[in-house]
């Protein structure tokens, strides 16, 4: 069966500082992979998606990265953290690129970033 | 592109009454149709979903229904319980998971 791994769990972090997060997923192969941010109490925010290794696709313009060095892993990564980057950080994946019936979107356990 | 909205933003229901949350599409090509919950402080979790060929699907005390014709489908939950409490989301895309874009959330509370 599928698993995906979010780490860390948990993140405090000053403003002006850099950031790395990253996912991976298990037991799939070419999978789409999403990132989402959900500041409390609100719903979900599309960041980045991926339908292959080196490839991007970014959904709104921020001082946020995303990358896919490897077909399982993508890393979403900052320079320099806002306090408004705080938030509910969500990675998700769904079936490979063209796959009929495999579209449903499977979340990992997020990361909770707080910056100060 | 798809735009998917969510009525109500709010809901709260008395333990043992049904709840019922609508979510409208715009994007006629969207086929497939899943609703997620998520308790809080926890990841949105897949409940049920429905595709175009079929107009309604139940798993035990949850339903969904679909009219595409009028581009909307809604959740429906009955004997509802305290640990139905949570944050409930639906979402639209087509076959091929594409153009794949959720709505803004609703947050039941049950009431015992």
């Known amino acids: 069966s599928q698993t995906i791994h979010q780490w860390p769990a948990t993140l405090v972090q000053p403003v002006g500082s850099p950031l790395s997060l990253e996912c991976t997923v298990e037991?799939?192969?070419?999978?789409?992979l999403y990132w989402y941010r959900q500041a409390a109490g609100r719903g979900l925010q599309l960041l980045f998606y991926?339908?292959?290794?080196?490839?991007i696709s970014s959904e709104v313009p921020q001082n946020l990265s995303a990358s896919r060095p490897q077909d399982r892993q993508f890393i979403l990564s900052s320079k320099k953290l806002l306090l408004s980057d705080s938030g509910f950080y969500l990675c998700?994946?769904?079936?490979?690129?063209?796959?009929?019936?495999?579209?449903?979107?499977?979340f990992g356990p997020g990361t909770r970033l707080l910056v100060l | 592109g798809e735009n998917v909205e969510q009525h109500p933003s709010t809901l709260s229901v008395q333990e043992g009454d049904s709840a019922v949350i609508k979510c409208t599409y715009s994007?006629?090509?969207?086929?497939?149709f899943p609703w997620y919950k998520q308790e809080l402080g926890k990841r949105p979790q897949l409940i049920i979903d429905?595709?175009?060929?079929?107009g309604e699907k139940k798993d035990q005390r949850i339903a969904v229904t679909l009219n595409k014709t009028a581009k909307h489908f809604s959740l429906h939950i009955t004997e509802t319980q305290p640990e139905d409490s949570a944050v409930y989301f639906c979402?639209?895309?087509?076959?091929?998971?594409?153009?794949?874009?959720f709505g803004p959330g609703t947050r039941l509370s049950v009431l015992p």
């Open positions: 998700a994946w769904s079936g490979g690129q063209g796959a009929l019936g495999q579209e449903t979107q499977y």
């Open positions: 037991g799939t192969s070419n999978p789409n």
């Open positions: 991926s339908v292959g290794i080196g490839q």
């Open positions: 994007d006629s090509a969207s086929n497939y």
């Open positions: 429905i595709r175009s060929n079929v």
């Open positions: 979402a639209a895309s087509n076959n091929y998971g594409q153009n794949f874009v």
